[in-house]
């Protein structure tokens, strides 16, 4: 307890919430700067990086450009990419990959090359991957040993409970020692929110259990604006068996030329889209859910069986393993998948300096909406995004050019909806029927009545499984209202009552900010 103590009486340079791909990044970055510190609800290693299958996207290849990843990803975002983000992303990224490279990170290659793998959107194979189908893991482990330098501390299983914020700068957290209960207060002159993301609003998810949404719902509580937050994407392909928890089958695994096909044996894609099964997430998610229910089924069959170039085991390893660990060799047998709760697109909105409305509190990765998805990720920019703008946020304090990103001119106020704690399954379930892959103004209503009847929460919450409920809760009500107030469908929304894109009304983000 005194070497805490002693920790709370210093002043950091830098605080980073959060111990994903940008959170260790941003730390490993800012260790010139002074000393940092990390605080991380789980251990260091509990985080959606470790779960990334497919890769990191970057122009590295000899028939790629930045300017053909650029099109791609405003295409895929169905009208509401910020360009200049966007165009920072794609053309910074190879030197990103540098900088991984040079803290460790191990990329696949074939025949002395990089190996480039293709996703859904892609117009060019521009996947790194390391490890075959561990790209997350690798990269969480190279930066994790990295991270242990002097400069930097890492507070495991402490928990961030508010951001403090003192005449409109941000000037520390205060947090619980989830081993005792202890509140604890911690200054710095930055803070970085890099707290990932929500899966666990839903009741079908690929993330881990640390991916409450707790980032996003910490900014907003202290004055920060969100954006976007209607907009989730749900990975087409996860496995779906009786009793067996979901996993994620990666994108790549088409990109290697494997098809989906109904339970007669069709391969379906081609009938929903020219790109087939590389068209983006969101309309393959859309068709599966069409097929399963045409055929009264829980999923469809990937079928990787006609790979025969291809050595899975060695490909995707970790894939293969599970596979055969449920009992499905998928060099002879189809995968049965269906679509699950996979990444954030909206956020704690930031500009390309990862500056948030408020002064010296920053946000990146998964957390932050930085306008680069649009209403829907291109696949494997995820990871990218993570350093791309993980290194301004260093840039930008290292410059000592403070200041905060300029307030959105047409921003909403929303008061704080009365925070509650509802049984974990029961806001997961609400969320899949309420605002999960099809939406519906009945199902949105319902489900924000359904928030307005829980119980209510205590004042302050001093264990994980209080706040994080507390924290999905808000999470909840932010993406139902978004939801609700977006009448039309695009990218990772979808409103079945209103099918049609409707760029008159809705080419615009939907920021909001707290109200009284």
Known sequence: MAARDALQERQYAVIVIGSGISGLFVALEARHLGPVLVLTKGSIDDCNTRWAQGGIAAAVGPLDSPEQHLADTIAAGAGLVDEEAARILCFEAPARIRDLVAYGVSFDSLGGEVALGREAAHSRARVLHAG????????????????????????????????????????????????????????????????????????HTTNPEVATGDGVALAFEAGAEIADIEFYQFHPTALRLPGVPTFLISEAVRGEGAVLRNL??????????PLADLAPRDVVARAIVKEMRREGADHVLLDCTGLKSVDLAARFPAIFAHCMGVGIDMRTQPIPVAPAAHYLMGGVRTDTWGRTTIARLYACGECACTGVHGANRLASNSLMETVVFGKRVVEHIAGGRGGAAAPTPDREALGL????????????????????????????????????????????????????????????????????????????????????????????????????
Do not use: K, N
Not at 160 to 186: H, K, M, P, S, W
Not at 418 to 439: K, N, V
């Open 132 to 203: 075959g189908d561990r790209t997350g893991a690798e990269i969480e482990t190279a930066l994790s040993r990295a991270v242990q330098d002097p400069a930097i501390t890492v507070l495991d299983h402490t928990l961030v409970t508010r951001i403090v914020v003192e005449r409109g700068i941000a000037t520390g957290v205060e947090a619980v020692a989830l081993e005792d209960g202890q509140r604890e207060q911690y200054r710095g002159d930055a803070v970085v929110i890099a707290t990932g993301g929500a899966g666990q609003l839903f009741s």
């Open 264 to 273: 007669a044996g069709e391969a379906f894609m081609p009938r929903y889209h």
């Open 417 to 516: 909806p009365g925070t509650a704690t509802p049984a974990h399954g029961e806001l997961q379930r609400m969320m899949w029927e309420c605002a999960g892959i099809e939406r519906d103004a009945a199902g949105l209503a319902r489900g924000l009545a359904a928030v307005a009847g829980w119980p209510a929460a205590p004042e302050t919450a001093t264990t994980r499984v209080d706040f994080e409920r507390r924290q999905m809760t808000l999470m909840a009500s932010l993406m139902l209202e978004a939801a609700l107030r977006r009448t039309e469908s695009r990218g990772g929304h979808y409103r079945s009552d209103y099918p049609e894109t409707d760029d008159r009304q809705w080419r615009r983000r939907q920021v909001f900010v707290r109200g009284e």
